[in-house]
């Protein structure tokens, strides 16, 4: 069974026609880009994946194993970052120190473990948010641009990161960007979508090995790159 298939999912706001017949499958423990211009659509379609949103069309997703990580991390001030990543375990009543300590291994944030939100980095809030969201080990994890807002270095590594926790974890993926540089170097298939209202432009295999950092200047990155900017400036005129 597909971790998510959608078939002729709509979804308008009053006039404004977001989603027209979007049909989508994702097979489990694939990582997926969904790159668009601003506006087209993507986080409708994320929200409505997640059952935060409602569209017209069918909807398959098994949601009993899921997180979502948004561009914000969204951290309580109050709570330090052990805290903070314990919040979904507490809340179904599952507390479990040892689940936290690994998230947060897992991220690289075990020495930061005590402290604050507002005593952090842009990108260690960032890894914290990701940590929070793998505390409960979900099986599919969404995430909205989760590092548009942080530099390009930080934005790298945690790309990097997110890659070797999306193998050793056994993630499926749907990655959300209008980045194709982070989208090729993350993702095992890219899906462009066009202006509003969003249908699927593009959909392919990136076709690259190992993800290290220094596939980054490999003529094989440029040409998939290549390929995805040339599908979103078609999906654009
Ligand atoms: N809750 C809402 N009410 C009204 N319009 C919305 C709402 N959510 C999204 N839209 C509209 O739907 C379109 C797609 O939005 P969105 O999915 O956020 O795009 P993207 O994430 O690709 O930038 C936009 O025109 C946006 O203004
Ligand atoms: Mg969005």
Redesign the pocket.
């Known amino acids: 069974m597909p971790a998510v298939a959608l078939q002729g999912v709509r979804r308008s ?2 006039d ?1 026609v ?1 989603l027209d017949g979007v049909d989508l499958s994702v097979e489990q423990g694939d990582f997926v880009a969904l790159i ?1 211009p ?8 994320l929200r409505i994946i997640a059952g935060l949103d409602a569209g017209e069309g069918q909807v398959a997703v098994d949601r009993s194993s899921i997180a979502y990580v948004f561009q914000d991390a969204h951290l309580l001030p109050w709570r330090t970052v052990a805290d903070n990543v314990a919040l979904p375990l507490e809340l179904r009543g599952v507390p479990d120190r040892g689940a936290v300590a690994r998230a947060l291994a897992d991220v690289e944030l075990t020495d930061a473990a005590d402290r604050y939100p507002a005593q952090l980095s842009g990108g260690m809030r960032m890894r914290a948010s990701i940590a929070r969201a793998l505390v409960t080990e979900p099986r599919l994890l969404l995430m909205d641009e989760p590092f548009a807002a942080l530099d390009e270095i930080t934005r790298n590594r945690l790309d990097e990161r997110l890659r070797a926790l999306w193998a050793s974890r056994g993630l499926t993926v749907l990655f ?1 960007t209008h980045a194709i540089f982070e989208a090729t170097f993350l993702a095992e298939r890219a899906i462009v979508m066009s202006k ?1 209202p969003a249908r699927i432009l593009y959909d392919a295999r990136i076709e690259l090995g190992e993800r290290t950092s220094a596939v980054r200047g490999e003529p094989a990155f440029a040409h998939e790159a290549g390929k995805i900017l040339a599908a979103l400036e078609r999906g654009s005129e």
Do not use: E, H, I
């Open positions: 706001f009053g404004v977001a668009g601003s506006g087209c659509g993507k986080s409708t379609l959300v509003r």
